[in-house]
């Protein structure tokens, strides 16, 4: 009963959509001096997303180099510099609540994560 009632609150709070339409979702991906692993992760996430939340870290190698890079070629990278790891959080965060992406999903990668 008290699972069946947890299942219905979340369905009207997340306003799930149904099977005929597809939920938008966008990848915030954190990079600190990633620039050995991030053209491939990239590459590979703006095949599945039409836009990808880039949060630059304060790098030292040739990873903003490579952002621009690919953004140049016209991957739908957006990127924001921070050098403050907890800024970082909070910008998310804010973003988010700002809606400034208007998405219906949100997820947290890392810039060496390959998929």
Request: glycine share 4%.
């Amino acid at each position: 009963m008290v699972r069946n009632a947890w299942a219905a609150y979340w369905k009207n709070k997340l306003k799930l959509k149904t099977e005929h339409e597809k939920h938008s979702v966008i990848p915030f991906v954190r990079i600190k001096n990633e620039d050995y692993w991030l053209e491939p992760g990239l590459r590979a996430l703006s095949k599945v997303f039409k836009k990808i939340v880039v949060l630059e870290n304060g790098s030292t190698d040739k990873t903003n180099e490579i952002i621009k890079n690919l953004q140049h070629e016209g991957l739908p990278i957006v990127a924001y510099h921070y050098k403050d790891r907890y800024r970082n959080d909070n910008l998310v965060r804010n973003l988010v609540l700002d809606h400034e992406f208007n998405a219906d999903w949100f997820f947290m990668a890392d810039g060496d994560e390959l998929y």
